[in-house]
């Protein structure tokens, strides 16, 4: 029996001539946390302005010059925005399910639009040479007309919009993000692009949030043939706790709760070594529910967090095998604690 829970394989720079530009790559990574800090400052001293048409704009300098077409694909209660590149019909098609967006503007105020101001699946799907390439944003991202119940249910739906349409209820984007239903909507997704274009099986991709949305859609299907996370929510209880906020099981799937019933599934699991969003523990708490690990693949990335370091290095991160073979050989995992103790001065002992 094998648990992968304390060691992985680790990519060191993931691309050959990496080595010789890392530290202009570090740099860069600076310098970007550095900018989405002084935007989190203006939004909050702007009252949070999003500005829509720059985030579509985004997707569209992102996924046309990679003839990735646009797409809105109808569920029971959401149209999930998707761009879709298919070339080859009745052939294996990869599939990116988008992260968690902008859930929040801080602490105690939840964001009036989650779509993401850098959609990371997206980037990482227009890096992706494959024939056939499909991207699906998370519910009330980019298009939040709301299928649903009336206004005012259990799930918190909000009231029309200027155009009479019902608004999506923000619980669809907190409590409610990995609800049973928001699964089924993905299910009923994959289930129309299957008939739209003939697609017989599916390799997925998830990325934050994303990845919870596929690896349940991995453990329900039979038409899944290898999944894939990157910077992956494994375990949403445990991700909370290293927050400090509430995971409300009832309303949410959890991946350890199945993980039995992925473990004949071909994946595997990419952790940013700087990434303290999900941490390396995340994944730990996830593969401890791996009884068998034969198929259980993961590989800690330099040069990546949460966010930043993942889009420069996929075309090679994802020619690594998902398979079910002989284990790679294991890298300790940092130990840094995530207050950054590391980086404070020891204690002098009288």
């Known amino acids: 029996m094998s648990h992968p829970s304390d060691d992985l394989p680790v990519v060191h720079g993931a691309v050959s001539d990496l080595g010789a530009t890392r530290p202009r790559f570090r740099r860069s990574l600076a310098v970007a946390g550095l900018w989405t800090a002084a935007c989190a400052g203006i939004l909050l001293l702007s009252s949070c302005a999003r500005y829509p048409v720059m985030e579509d704009d985004t997707v569209k300098r992102t996924a046309m010059p990679v003839f990735m077409l646009e797409r809105k694909v109808p569920t029971e209660l959401f149209l999930l925005e998707a761009r879709e590149r298919v070339y080859d019909r009745h052939a294996p098609a990869t599939v990116y399910i988008e992260g968690d967006g902008v859930p929040y503007i801080d602490e105690k105020h939840v964001s009036d639009d989650p779509t993401p101001a850098d959609p990371v699946a997206l980037r990482l799907a227009a890096q992706d040479g494959d024939s056939n390439v499909i991207w699906l944003a998370r519910p009330c991202q980019y298009f939040k007309e709301w299928r649903g119940y009336s206004a005012g249910d259990k799930t918190g739906g909000q009231a029309n919009d200027k155009a009479g ?3 999506c209820p923000k619980a669809y984007w907190t409590d409610r993000k990995f609800a049973p239903e928001v699964i089924e909507s993905y ?3 994959l289930d129309n692009i299957k008939a739209y274009y003939g697609i017989p099986v599916f390799n997925l991709v998830g990325y934050d949030g994303g990845a919870v949305i ?3 859609l991995a453990a329900q299907r ?7 996370t990157v910077a992956g929510n494994l375990a ?3 991700t909370a706790q290293i927050h400090n906020y509430q995971f409300n099981g009832q309303n949410s799937v959890n991946p350890r709760d199945y993980a039995d ?3 004949t599934m071909p994946q595997r699991h990419f952790i940013g070594r700087l990434d303290r969003v999900t941490p390396p523990v995340v994944y730990n708490s996830y593969a401890q529910n791996v009884q068998d690990g034969k198929c259980l693949n993961a590989t800690l990335v330099d040069n990546a967090d949460h966010q930043l370091g993942w889009v420069e290095q996929w075309k090679t991160l994802k020619t690594l095998p998902t398979d079910c073979q002989a284990p790679a050989v294991p890298v300790k995992f940092d130990p840094t604690p995530l ?3 590391k980086y404070k ?3 002098k002992h009288k």
């Open 214 to 216: 596929a690896m349940a």
């Open 261 to 263: 019933r992925l473990e």
């Open 236 to 238: 949403p209880d445990v």
């Open 222 to 228: 039979q038409d899944i043939k290898s999944l894939r």
């Open 187 to 189: 299910n009923m997704a």
């Open 345 to 347: 001065p020891a204690k």
């Open 165 to 167: 349409k019902k608004a």
């Open 339 to 341: 207050d950054g103790d």
